[in-house]
């Protein structure tokens, strides 16, 4: 509609000006024509096909611009603006003195001539500067428009929300991992969790019940540390049971991550491409590796297989198997590392007393 309007307004001005711009030839030309009428619809059928030429070029111009303007950045389209504004401004003040001076009458073109070129000069320049050094402006203001102006132009990707479900919040290792920075963007607990949680805490027995009742003040810990960032999202869905079902859709609606510690919903969840962070891989990505021949303080808990061994642990839970460490139970014991296994289980590590720390100290 815009577009025919465009085309319709220069076709209707190009027939008025072609019928009427007869009224502006010399009378001497006019004498000789004996249909003025017909002289009249001619000139304005041209100046109809000259608007029909001319619309289509500006109707074409106006939605390439058109779809720059939304293609752009809102910072840099604001900065733009700005810079108009202040182009224009200092072209008028410093053009408004010309007016004052006294000018012959036959150089009074000069005035309006000059008046138009600098307004288009300090337009021009006020918007390459703003273009230049606005982001730089917008930054001093306020910093965070600077990255949302990356985020809009797409060099930054936004944070992605980040969906709990039961087993990451009784879990409770991310209380720590919001403590220490290094999870980002929303945090979404949908409401059928909160439900689950409930039932967890209800059970009948004592095991279930603790753990549920725990994932619940761990949830309102968080709640109370990071009220911004959390939310409790209402969603439901009616036509799927599994919790586990719903926490994917949910996550693929939101275009969420799914952060858990279950096993299987991380294979169901990633079958499905929803991004899983999970707690448990992310344990074992940042657990300490030892290496045949370095040294470990570790407390000797109890026996092994054989009769010489002793057993401890670190805070990951690894297993250390200390040979001739059977008679340091109950001991703080430094430990040289001989060898490492990974099994099914988890990794073992093999180590023995060292003696010459045990000397030294």
Known sequence: MLDALIIFSFVLTGAGIGFF???????SALQQVTNIEGLEAVTGGFGALVGIGVGLVVQTSYRRV???I?????DLLLARAIGLVIGLLIANLMLAPLFLLPIPERFGFIKPVTAVMGSLLFAVSGISLAESNGRALFRLINPNSYQSMLINEGTLKPSKSKVLDTSCIIDGRIEDLLNTGFIEGQLVIPQFVLQELQRVADSSSDQKRARGRRGLDILNRIREEYPNRVLIDPADYS???EVDAKLVKLAQEMDADLLTTDYNLNKVASVQEVNVLNINDLAKAIRPTYLPGDDIEIRVLKEGKEPSQGIGY????TMVVIEE???FIGDNLVVVVTGALQTSAGRMIFARPNRSAMASS
């Open 21 to 27: 711009s007869v009224e502006f030839l010399p009378d």
């Open 66 to 68: 058109e779809k720059q």
């Open 70 to 74: 939304k293609d752009m950045a809102p």
């Open 239 to 241: 036509d799927v049971a």
């Open 314 to 317: 670190l805070n990951d839970g």
């Open 325 to 327: 460490g059977n008679e």
